[in-house]
């Protein structure tokens, strides 16, 4: 849906959201997307760093998070899309 919008480079017209105020643009979901997860790396560093008190350890952790998690973030968002329910 936004990837593809992204990749393809599909034009997305002001009426495409704003019929429904309750959709955003694809730029907006991604800023979203990134700033959560920031937010989520940053509360897994503190919390691997309060158990391992070794900030090296602890930033390895959180960097590898960051990674898994967006991969991970991916699949969930395809699998969704294949759903029907709550869709217009």
């Known amino acids: 849906m936004i990837a593809d919008q992204l990749i393809l480079n599909k034009k997305t017209t002001k009426s495409d959201f704003g019929t429904d105020k309750k959709s955003e643009s694809p730029v907006r ?52 899309n294949l759903v029907n329910w709550g869709k217009k």
């Open 29 to 80: 979901s991604i800023a979203k997307a990134l700033s959560w997860r920031v937010v989520g790396t940053l509360d897994t560093l503190v919390i691997s760093y309060l158990l391992t008190g070794e900030i090296t350890i602890a930033a390895s952790i959180a960097s590898i998070d960051f990674i898994t998690k967006m991969i991970l973030y991916f699949f969930h968002e395809r699998a969704w």
